[in-house]
């Protein structure tokens, strides 16, 4: 795991104490909350519908025992105990006080955490595959290339005023873990015929109120070129992204109206007429921070292990658990265990101080000091020995973090809504919950198998409906809660948008409607197939009929 070194400490001590002035004179009347606002948001403090809430930047969410615990302190101490996981990796802290914030920074700067570009319109924290180094189907390690992104671009002073906010993912995997085509860049590594390593770049993608799949741009880049390829990329877009309408500021827009082919173009005549060497990473400083992520203290361990196996045999919770949250390491004897923050009932992404302080200790003993957040909101202990996991199993299981769901029914994506958001038009945790304690039987989500239900509170579409297999959007009518279901839609490999199934449905008739979905498709289904292969055989018709067959 990367550890940030001494220029980065520094530049997080000075941030904090900068932001420590600047909420004293604010406190103290010295500058208005319109002066305030965009000093505020530049530290990741936003002020919603109850409290201020502040995002904590976890870059390609990686996190260890010690920013874990202190996540938990800061939790406990300033906050009301818990913490919420969000599909960018960042933690919400939802109900701080704003005489605190300096505070809070400091604490986090002593651990490397902060809460630097998690807003404004500057690129953003960066996101990469949460199996990063552990599965064997990667060219490459994506958190060396994350990171250096993340050192190229904080507080990069071109970029720092781009025309919207700007969003990177990595992934080096066959397998995309990242939803690299709904991100502003998706990248992808691989290795060319020839053996060198190369990215493919995609550009363009996004949610929100016109959702896009960024195309691809480039099939080979060297990877020895990515910064200023990176750079040709946002210079086109600062000087062409629309700046008079906060609706079509973002690159995806850019990119379909000037056609992929054209932009492309335009990127290329930028980036050949730019000193590449000026900004392309260094061979010895990539060697740098690829060591920051060497695998250290990995034993030579059989592959199979008796133990896990039988603890399989002797605990059907376990073999369940197993089944769904624990994945194959490519070092032999080794898994990754899925943590899910989905307990059937909670609120989706949720985190307790006390369960935090748990997974700091689990990773700290049993993980390598490793953690990590995926954008599907939920952890990983990425380097478990098979023999430890039915231990790390009961351990999760007393801290009501052992639901064997990942990919399930009840593995729901939500963002927070309208309890806590003020953007948003309605609420999506207690819908969230209402259709999970619906399928609270494992037998009967099991059944089911993978379905991807994504739900967001507002169009903005923190909670990544439009790709969901299920999407739901939160719609206000005339004041009241209304949700528009979208089906087909998917973040992955399969990349789509999903479709809308018709009229909008008040919050009671949501579960039930899910309900009907799944009768369909359990009705339909071949053998072999997921939800969303049904849907995408059989089509729109039988789940609509289902759910509005009453109206007619």
């Not at 904090?16 to 000093?39: S, V």
């Not at 592959?303 to 039988?310: H, K, L, R």
Request: aromatic share 8%; charged share 25%.
């Amino acid at each position: 795991m990367y550890r940030y070194d001494d220029i980065d400490q520094a530049m997080l001590t000075d941030r904090a104490a900068e932001f420590r002035e600047q909420c004293r004179r604010r406190l103290a009347g010295e500058i208005t909350e319109d002066q305030f606002k965009p000093i505020r948001l530049m530290n990741g403090l936003y002020l919603q519908l109850h409290a201020y809430m502040l995002r904590i930047a976890i870059p390609y969410g990686a996190l260890n025992s010690a920013k874990l615990r202190k996540l938990a302190w800061v939790a406990s101490t300033y906050d009301r105990g818990y913490g919420h996981f969000t599909t960018r990796t960042n933690l919400q802290l939802h109900w701080i006080k704003l005489k605190d914030a300096p505070d809070i920074l400091d604490a986090l700067a002593g651990v490397g955490l902060h809460a630097i570009q998690t807003s404004g319109n500057c690129i953003r924290n960066l996101t990469a595959d949460p199996h990063a180094g552990a599965t064997a189907d990667e060219a490459d390690d994506p958190r060396v290339w994350a990171e250096a992104i993340r050192q190229w671009s904080t507080f990069h002073p071109e970029f720092s005023f781009l025309p919207r906010k700007f969003k990177i993912a990595v992934t080096g995997a066959t397998r995309d873990r990242a939803a690299i085509r709904i991100y502003d860049i998706g990248l992808r590594l691989h290795r060319a015929a020839d053996g060198e390593l190369a990215f493919e770049v995609l550009a363009g993608g996004g949610l929100g109120r016109i959702p896009f799949l960024g195309p691809t741009i480039r099939e080979r880049l060297p990877a020895r070129h990515l910064l200023s390829y990176l750079q040709a990329i946002l210079r086109v877009y600062n000087r062409l992204g629309r700046r008079d309408n906060i609706w079509k500021a973002r690159i995806k827009v850019l990119v379909a109206t000037l056609g992929a082919e054209e932009f492309a173009r335009q990127v290329d005549e930028e980036w050949e007429a730019s000193d590449k060497a000026a900004v392309d990473l260094p061979d010895t400083e990539l060697a740098r921070i690829r060591a920051g992520f060497a695998p250290v203290g990995f034993e030579t361990l059989p592959p199979v292990s008796a133990a896990f196996e039988t603890a399989k045999l002797d605990d059907r919770a376990f073999a369940r658990f197993a089944r769904h949250n624990i994945t194959a390491h490519k070092q032999p004897g080794y898994a990754l265990i899925d943590v899910s923050l989905k307990a059937i009932g909670e609120t989706p992404g949720d985190c307790s101080a006390e369960q935090m302080e748990v997974i700091a200790n689990l990773a700290e003993r049993y993980s390598l000091d490793e953690a990590r957040v995926t954008y599907e909101q939920n952890l990983i202990l990425p380097h478990v020995k098979l023999d430890d996991a039915p231990a790390v199993y009961r351990l999760l299981a007393d801290a009501d973090l052992a639901t064997p769901n990942i990919g399930l029914i009840s593995d729901i994506i939500a963002c927070p809504g309208l309890d806590y958001c003020a953007l948003a038009n309605a609420r999506a945790i207690p819908i969230a919950q209402d259709i999970a304690r619906r399928f609270e039987s494992p037998e009967l989500a099991e059944k089911i198998g993978e379905l991807k239900i994504k739900i967001s509170g507002c169009i903005n579409a923190c909670g990544h409906h439009h790709v969901g297999h299920i999407g739901i959007l939160g719609v206000d009518k005339k004041g009241e809660e209304f949700y528009q279901l979208t089906l087909g839609g998917s973040g992955e490999d399969d990349a789509s948008i999903g479709q809308s199934l018709g009229p909008a449905l008040p919050a009671e008739r949501v579960a039930p409607a899910i309900d009907q979905l799944v009768e369909v498709y359990l009705r339909e289904r071949t053998t072999g197939e997921r939800f969303i292969d049904t849907y995408r055989r059989a089509g729109l018709a039988p789940f609509k009929e289902a759910v509005y067959a009453e109206a007619h």
